[in-house]
């Protein structure tokens, strides 16, 4: 519809508007259609004509960038069935922030099943979904369609025939299984990619890294990123190799570093050499340190020290000063050795209390075994189960009964859902979502009966994923390693 007739049509409408006849206003093409008629009917063939043409012909033309997308691509795993999406999007709506939203995702691939896209879709850039949803993540991303997903087995000469995500995923499970494999795909084709890929790429080096991937990483000093050398600088430091040497002066990172720990001695009979935090002067002190904790590798600190990583964790002094702790333990699991990390996991555990809070930092490092012990200790310290809220990185469905009855943790339950202290009830909301992700059906089935009897309401949203849970029991499905998610 040209402009002159957009007018006419404009005055034929105010005509109508004021109770007039719009025949002689009309078009010639539209009083040939109306012409016949009588008056009255005239008019309503006119006003269906200019309905229709209000509809049609001044719909708005759609943009010359707009792209037609590609159909969202199946997912290996079967869709939730229909009767339990209610209660996911229950889960879901109580989801506080992304993390929660991706235990309820987890928790589901962990059953076997895949969301209803409506309900959930990861974002282009999800780093925390199960590996089944990388599809999705390279659809979000803008994959166009014009090539497959390739299901083949991952190769130099098909690199461009995978989408970021899936080469992600595909890289992590050779990483796994042939590991020289993996690295000499990373080798030959990061760089040609962008720096965020090539960070994404090396980091996927921390799967089965061995001395075999040395060269491969020290080549990475030269790298025109900055963040790909220090990502390289830090799997080198967690396989023994030393960082540059320093010269031990006030610009020597590492000696800066160490000019903030004390070094002492305790016991009366059996010296033994304690490191501790020395008691800083200032914020901008505070500051830092922890920029120079960020930044060094624990390698290099213990060797400033003329001692080894296990030794130097053994002889920290975990208690002297919170700030300093989480320091430690932040460096321990960025680029201590895989000795180091198992041996201040297993040192703190045995020492119980509040220092086995530091293994929270360690999550990333930590075998499933010792992460399982980890939450079974600060189940059984009720004192600190609010810490288990800050848990990544644990899997999903494999808390017991037994584990949940093994201590205070049920009673302290009981005595805060039957309290009127609003801050301590948040504070069950949030425990019982994240066992509500650790825990298997049965137990999710008896501890929603359990605190319903203590007072709770049985339609409470905080136990929306204890519910989800329970309702994902016996169902026919398949199985996904709770270990591939990104």
């Not at 497959?148 to 461009?160: F, G, I, K, M, R």
Request: with cysteine.
């Amino acid at each position: 519809m040209n402009e002159i007739e957009q007018t006419g049509l404009a005055a034929m409408r105010d005509c109508w508007i004021t109770g007039g006849t719009t025949f002689d206003l009309a078009p010639g093409a539209w009083k040939e259609i109306a012409g016949g008629a009588s008056p009255d009917e005239r008019e309503r063939r006119l006003l269906a004509i200019a309905a229709q043409a209000l509809d049609i012909a001044l719909r708005p033309a759609a943009p010359k960038t707009l792209k037609r997308r590609p159909q969202l691509p199946e997912l290996a795993l079967p869709m939730l069935p229909e009767r339990l999406r209610p209660l996911l999007r229950a889960a879901l709506k109580h989801a506080a922030d992304t993390r929660s939203k991706s235990r309820v995702v987890t928790l589901v691939a962990s059953r076997g099943f895949v969301l209803h896209p409506m309900d959930w879709m990861p974002a282009a850039s999800d780093q925390s979904s199960p590996d089944v949803y990388a599809p999705w993540i390279d659809w979000q991303a803008g994959a166009d369609g014009e090539k497959p997903a390739s299901q083949e087995h991952l190769t130099v000469e098909n690199w461009d025939d995978f989408y970021p995500a899936a080469r992600r995923t595909a890289l992590a499970d050779m990483r796994r299984t042939a590991p020289a494999s993996a690295r000499q795909l990373i080798e030959t084709k990061a760089s040609g990619e962008p720096a965020e890929i090539r960070i994404a790429l090396v980091d996927l080096l921390r799967f089965g890294l061995g001395a075999d991937d040395v060269p491969f990483l020290k080549s990475l000093s030269a790298d025109r990123s900055g963040k790909v050398r220090e990502l390289a600088g830090r799997l080198l430091a967690r396989l023994g190799e030393h960082g540059s040497p320093g010269d031990g002066g006030p610009e020597d990172p590492t000696a800066e570093l160490a000019a903030f720990i004390a070094e002492g001695k305790s016991g009366f009979i059996r010296r033994r050499t304690t490191y501790t935090p020395a008691k800083l002067k200032s914020p901008a002190q505070e500051r830092r340190r922890a920029e120079l904790f960020e930044t060094c590798n624990l390698v290099d600190l213990a060797a400033r020290f003329g001692v080894t990583e296990s030794d130097f964790i053994g002889a920290w002094q975990f208690g002297a000063e919170n700030n300093a702790d989480i320091l430690v333990a932040r460096m321990v699991a960025a680029s201590g050795s895989d000795a180091a990390v198992m041996n201040m996991a297993d040192t703190l555990v045995a020492e119980g209390g509040k220092p086995a809070l530091f293994l929270l930092h360690l999550m990333a490092r930590l075998d499933s075994r010792r992460k399982r012990v980890l939450v079974r200790l600060v189940l059984k310290d009720t004192q600190y189960l609010g810490a288990l809220n800050l848990a990544e990185g644990i899997e999903a469905s494999w808390l017991e009964w037994a584990d949940l009855t093994n201590g205070q943790t049920l009673p302290a339950l009981h005595s805060a859902v039957a309290g009127n202290d609003d801050a301590v009830k948040r504070g069950v909301d949030q425990l019982l979502e994240t066992i509500g992700f650790l825990a298997t059906a049965a137990t999710a089935e008896k501890l929603i009966g359990d605190v319903v009897a203590a007072g709770m309401a049985p339609a409470a949203p905080s136990l929306g994923l204890l519910r989800l849970n329970a309702s994902l029991a016996g169902l026919n499905q398949h199985t996904i390693n709770p270990e591939n998610s990104k």
